[in-house]
């Protein structure tokens, strides 16, 4: 996944709290094989109500998305982070996450802002009077800051989940990092054992 330091853009504000992640990409999308469309598949079945947010051209632009209180709940899908990543976002503020649809945002690079509750309901209504409402999420000093509005608010973010945002580091990446150390186990396996060439048909 591609490092990550500072996203600074506009903002689409999901007025709507317990959005499961059947809600973000519904199941029929799970069939597809590759991993690319998904975000035809973004909230689909509340695109077809022509006042839903994402229809509105004001927020065309958008790379951060605000929503309501438990965002990512219901089952685990990586697809639902795919779809958000590939409709053009690049995180998403809200007051509280689902665990498993946070896990997954960090893997993917998808960050995930968590504020208190009445920020994340400010930048709401202030980006729905102002979409052109500019808002930085800073990863390094972990602060979301709206210069417009004077706000300035610390966001949690542990200190490995930082690294793999900076670093542009998914498991793999981070695996590969000791690799001189699975080399060296390698080394010392007994030869009756499969070799790691063996394991992976080489």
């Not at 438990?70 to 697809?79: A, D, I, T, Y």
């Not at 509005?149 to 989940?161: G, I, K, M, R, Y």
């Amino acid at each position: 996944m591609k490092a990550v330091t500072i996203v600074t853009g506009r903002a689409v504000p999901l007025d709507r709290s317990d959005v499961d992640t059947d809600q973000i990409i519904p199941s029929d999308w799970l069939k597809q094989v590759e991993r690319t469309g998904f975000e035809k598949g973004l909230f689909s079945e509340w695109k077809d109500d022509k006042n839903f947010v994402l229809n509105d051209e004001r927020f065309a632009a958008a790379t951060i998305l605000i929503a309501g209180p438990n965002f990512g709940v219901g089952s685990s899908r990586e697809h639902a982070v795919w779809a958000i990543q590939q409709y053009g976002f690049e995180a998403v503020i809200t007051s509280r996450f689902g665990d498993i649809f946070r896990n997954n945002a960090t893997k993917n690079g998808l960050i995930p802002v968590v504020v208190p509750a009445d920020v994340a309901s400010r930048l709401m209504a202030e980006v729905d009077k102002n979409p052109d409402l500019e808002i930085t999420i800073d990863v390094e000093r972990r602060l979301v800051e709206v210069p417009e509005l004077d706000l300035s608010v610390d966001f949690p973010l542990d200190d490995a989940t930082q690294e793999r945002f900076l670093q542009g580091l998914d498991d793999i990446g981070i695996t590969l990092r000791h690799i001189d150390d699975i080399d060296a186990f390698e080394n010392t396996r007994p030869s009756w054992l499969p070799a790691s060439s063996a394991l992976s048909g080489d």
